[in-house]
């Protein structure tokens, strides 16, 4: 099976280091979506690309937030000086990128953060 | 393993029966939508998809109806089965974006 893979499954973190997280989306796949997702919530959207460039990022990407997709393969989420409110489960997703109106997107699944 | 959506509304059909899931979508602009099913400790699974030009798609086992004029979508599931459950998201895409808004979701409980 050569889905979406993210890696660390789990990570466990003291308030104010910094962590970060890898997604490896389904080969040749064109765009990469990062959400994040809370108990009884549905996955926020965080950013995205189309391949390399980072087209759209939410407002919820504070300047902790960056990501990176640096050859427009494998992409990075990293989280500096951790806060509590940051723990959750971060979801990675990647579709196709051949289809201008909408597409199914493939989520990995996630890495799940725990802030003490 | 840890649960998705412990305060989720809750649906509980019988093994067998027919089950409805409802969600109200908020830009009238979205031109696509996703029904997505998440098991415990794993990722959204996609379902099913419909445009914004179509009011109706049907899958295996799965219909989703969209309704535009009060921008609803709803998800229907023939012969529910055990395997079924799980928590249930639609998503919505605006016009011109790639950004996927999830609505809140609904968890499906089957009984046998």
């Known amino acids: 099976d050569t889905g979406v893979s993210q890696n660390p499954r789990h990570k466990i973190t003291k308030r104010g280091q910094n962590v970060t997280f890898r997604c490896d989306p389904i080969?040749?796949?064109?765009?990469l979506y990062w959400y994040r997702q809370t108990l009884g919530q549905g996955p926020e959207f965080l950013t995205y690309?189309?391949?390399?460039?980072?087209?759209?990022k939410s407002r919820l990407l504070s300047d902790r937030f960056s990501a990176e997709r640096p050859k427009g393969s494998f992409s990075t989420l990293e989280i500096q000086r951790t806060e509590q409110g940051d723990s959750a489960m971060y979801l990675c997703?990647?579709?196709?990128?051949?289809?201008?109106?909408?597409?199914?997107?493939?989520f990995g699944p996630g890495t799940r953060l725990l802030v003490l | 393993g840890e649960s998705v959506g412990l305060h989720l509304p809750t649906l509980s059909v019988q093994e067998g029966d027919n089950s409805i899931i409802n969600c109200a979508y908020s830009?009238?602009?979205?031109?696509?939508f996703i029904w997505y099913k998440q098991e415990s400790g794993k990722g959204p699974q996609f379902i099913i998809d419909?445009?914004?030009?179509?009011d109706k798609r049907q899958g295996q086992r799965v219909t989703v109806l969209l309704n535009k004029t009060v921008k609803h979508l709803s998800l229907q599931i023939a012969a529910t089965q055990p395997g079924d459950s799980a928590v249930y998201f639609c998503?919505?895409?605006?016009?011109?974006?790639?950004?996927?808004?999830f609505g809140t979701g609904t968890r499906l409980k089957v009984l046998a």
């Open positions: 997703a990647s579709s196709p990128g051949d289809r201008g109106w909408g597409e199914t997107q493939y």
């Open positions: 080969s040749e796949h064109n765009r």
């Open positions: 690309f189309q391949n390399e460039a980072q087209l759209e």
């Open positions: 830009n009238s602009a979205s031109d696509y």
């Open positions: 419909i445009r914004s030009n179509m």
């Open positions: 998503a919505e895409k605006g016009t011109g974006t790639y950004k996927y808004i």
